[in-house]
């Protein structure tokens, strides 16, 4: 790998020794990961249920490594119904480290495309709240169907600043990751696009924002709340020095040690001005210790300071415009409670649990997405039936991995069907993947046209 020369000489005066293992580590196939969606399927009946070469990754309890060379998940249709994440294995390491507790309120600040926050999420449960939040309009697109894909009622998607953010939620979460931009160091095995980018301006450049992003993010936090701050990139600038900065700035601010088992680092504190000896409560995942691409992570504490409750969400919606909706639930599902409704532009969402008032700031995906009042009727949307079990509904068919008919509905194809029941829920052996409409001994498909798969 063509690798800039400064940022070898940089590693190799960081590291003495370690250095050329640590080079050498650019030379080998960049590792790949999937972490099965715990809200849909358990460990157990994964393993019963998988169909690939997996092995465990020692440091994520529900995190597995895959070949790309044998397999390819993000190809069978176990990963259309939200089965699993595709996350790099070292990635997978930042979100457990928050420590979420089910109901918490918790902020992923910088969130696209997703894989951390689908982690939280599942943490949180039906009653706790998860602020996805995205700054770029482009990537809080996959962000968004990515929480999709999970089923996720809990998730505010949202694509705010955040000066914006802390505006409006002063003192508000339990628990925050600032999963921050940044060099992009251990980006190069995985896109080398990475390398283009790197200079050491670039690196400065980084640190700056960081440290900008965090201060909104500490403003954001509870007294006693939790903030985990992590980067993919191996730069002390980025890293211990960016903690040592907030350490300094914001007494309030103590640094939690993080367990380091399987090969996962401490903190160099010898990499900053100060030496501070707690930053060895920090850790390091390297690629010469770790079989992973490398991150770097550092949890804190807020010990002090002012807490906001913010004023709840208080829907307008009248009984009326909800007859269609009800009517649709009547005749099609035997179990669902949706929280608080919210109607944007004729598409209805169930709000998650709890939800703070957002009628200042830019939300995407305001919760679950049940469906669209049309005329006189209610079409459920894709994200409805990625959130329902199949003793949730009326009517289901499902759908074997044994058979080609999963690859003609993911196509968009009409399929037969039996009689004229109405809206089906469809599901892959067992696992819900998408609406149809039966009518006739037909089933109209309503995979979505931007999901299907090509021929």
Known sequence: ????????????????????????????????????????????????????????????????????????????????????????????????????????????????????????????????????????????????????????????????????????????????????????EGMFRKDPVAIEFWSEEHVNQCALQQKQILAHAIQMLKPGGILVYSTCTFSPEENEQTIDYVLKEYPEMKLINIQKEHGIQPGRPDWTSSHNKHLKLTARLWPHYVKGEGHFVAKLQKTDGPEYESQPFRSRLKKAQLKEYEQFVKENILQFEANQFYLQKQHLYSLPFDCPDFSKIKVIRPGLHLGEMKKNRFEPNHAFALHLKPAQVQHQIDLSTKSD??????????????????????????????????????LKNFYPKGLRWMS
């Open 1 to 184: 790998m063509n690798l800039p020369i400064p940022f070898i000489n940089k590693m190799n005066h960081l590291l003495g020794e370690e250095g050329k293992l640590f080079l050498e580590t650019y030379n080998e196939p960049k590792t790949s990961g999937l972490r099965i969606n715990e809200q849909k399927i358990t460990k157990e009946e994964w393993e019963q249920l998988n169909p690939f070469q997996l092995t465990p990754i020692p440091f994520v309890p529900n995190g597995y490594y895959y070949d790309e060379s044998k397999d390819y998940p993000g190809k069978h249709p176990y990963h259309a119904a939200g089965l699993y994440y595709i996350q790099e294995p070292s990635a997978m390491f930042v979100a457990q480290n928050l420590g979420v507790q089910p109901g918490e309120k918790v902020l992923d600040l910088c969130a696209a495309p997703g894989g951390k926050s689908t982690q939280l999420a599942t943490f949180l449960g039906p009653q706790g709240l998860l602020v996805a939040n995205e700054i770029h309009p482009k990537r809080v697109k996959a962000l968004s169907e990515n929480i999709e894909r999970f089923g996720l009622n809990n998730t505010l998607v949202t694509n705010e600043t955040p000066e914006r953010l802390a505006a409006n939620f002063p003192g508000y979460f339990d628990k925050i990751l600032v999963d921050a931009p940044c060099s992009g």
């Open 405 to 442: 008919e999963w690859v003609r509905y993911l196509r968009g194809e009409t399929l037969p069907g039996e009689k004229d029941r109405g809206w089906i829920l469809m599901t892959i052996d067992g696992y819900s993947i998408g609406w149809a409409k039966e009518a006739k001994g037909t």
